[in-house]
């Protein structure tokens, strides 16, 4: 993964997911701490776009913690991109490319999750 690819929205919402599973002492970084710390940004442009779907902000925050909370807890160690991430970030390139974006953004991130059907996040 290159983060120079991605929008600095999206290398924040990154960031803030890894700090998210740091917090939750989860070591493996997941598609649903990238919802999370993308549902968590007041500027970004996944909140506005969920409400005009009529997505309930709060529930589905509340229901992507429950998630992240489900997850193993480890003490110490090093926080890592799981292979669903990894791959959460393939998708949204070809995303990218697919539209002509010359960046990956947090609406192709947001995207991927979507397809992503073997998580939470996804469902």
């Not at 902000?57 to 292979?83: C, K, M, W």
């Not at 393939?90 to 010359?102: G, Y």
């Amino acid at each position: 993964m290159r983060l120079d690819k991605f929008t600095l929205r999206a290398q924040e919402a990154i960031q803030a997911a890894i700090e998210l599973a740091e917090r939750n002492h989860n070591q493996q970084v997941e598609p649903e701490h990238l919802l999370a710390a993308m549902l968590e940004q007041p500027e970004g442009i996944v909140r506005p776009l969920l409400g005009k779907l009529a997505v309930n902000h709060t529930v589905l925050l509340n229901d992507v913690q429950a998630a992240i909370a489900r997850f193993p807890r480890v003490e110490g160690g090093q926080q890592y991109l799981s292979p669903r991430l990894n791959q959460l970030f393939t998708t949204a390139q070809k995303q990218a490319e697919k539209a002509k974006d010359e960046f990956v953004s947090t609406e192709h991130l947001l995207v991927a999750i979507v397809d992503d059907k073997d998580g939470d996040g996804g469902k």
